[in-house]
């Protein structure tokens, strides 16, 4: 352990192995800071549904579409959080990095809204 105590906050898969060029690490907080821009826009999405599209769609669907909008964004987070501890991890015990199931999982929430959506306007 350091003598200084940084290893005792970081959590467990940033404290095994070694460090990964700064280059890498720092690729790999970009990443993640662009899946929080994704989940933050997912946020601004719901709020200008239920905000302004109260003419074209009624007040119980426009909320579920907003709600389903705002669960998917804190899924988002969640994964992007958990995907960037797994690279971390993986770069730093020399492994290879892990397959981006997440941007399956974005696609098709974000399919699977814009389907509804589409559906809910035209009905």
């Not at 989940?39 to 200008?48: D, E, F, M, R, T």
């Not at 119980?60 to 998917?72: G, K, Q």
């Not at 399919?111 to 589409?118: D, H, K, N």
Request: aromatic share 8%.
């Amino acid at each position: 352990m350091d003598p200084s105590g940084e290893q005792r906050w970081r959590p467990k898969p940033l404290r095994v192995g070694t460090d990964p060029d700064p280059r890498f690490t720092l690729a790999n907080e970009r990443t993640f800071l662009a899946w929080i821009r994704t989940a933050l826009g997912l946020i601004a999405a719901a709020v200008g549904l239920e905000a302004f599209a109260g003419d074209v769609i009624g007040s119980a669907l426009r909320t579920a579409f907003a709600c389903a909008l705002l669960v998917c964004s804190v899924i988002l987070v969640v994964v992007a959080v958990a995907r960037w501890l797994s690279v971390e991890h993986a770069m730093r015990t020399q492994r290879p990095l892990p397959l981006p199931w997440a941007s399956f999982l974005l696609a098709g929430l974000l399919a699977t809204s814009g389907i509804g959506l589409a559906v809910a306007i035209a009905v």
